[in-house]
């Protein structure tokens, strides 16, 4: 059964940092991306890695905050995510896909159940 479980999501204030994990079982994926979904709005893309390494892919947004890893190892790929705004209040999703990177949340196969990360101000 292949599953993509998220972890460490949680309250904190804005200018603060957490750092996401998604590890995924039953299978390993060429890409994971992680995406996030504000109350009201659309999902949005927010980054993706290639499993066999080259550069990640992020929002324009978010470039330069947030930083997406992996460990081949574990089968875990992690989003750091610094200097927090409340703006930034969402679930976070990890997917996983084969092929290329891609900002395209249709294109992934995969979804885990997400994780809520709130920012306060």
């Known amino acids: 059964q292949v599953q993509l479980v998220e972890s460490g999501g949680g309250l904190v204030q804005a200018g603060g940092s957490l750092r996401l994990s998604c590890a995924a079982s039953?299978?390993?994926?060429?890409?994971m991306g992680w995406f996030r979904q504000a109350p009201g709005k659309e999902r949005e893309f927010v980054a993706a890695i290639w499993w066999l390494g080259g550069n990640p892919l992020y929002a324009d947004s978010l470039k330069g905050r947030f930083t997406v890893s992996r460990d081949n190892a574990k089968n875990t790929v992690y989003l750091q995510m610094n200097s927090l705004k409340p703006e930034d209040t969402a679930v976070y999703y990890c997917?996983?896909?084969?092929?290329?990177?891609?900002?395209?949340?249709?294109?992934?196969?995969?979804w885990g159940r997400g994780t809520q990360v709130t920012v306060s101000s």
């Open positions: 039953g299978r390993t994926f060429s890409v």
């Open positions: 997917a996983g896909k084969t092929g290329r990177l891609t900002t395209l949340a249709s294109a992934y196969d995969y």
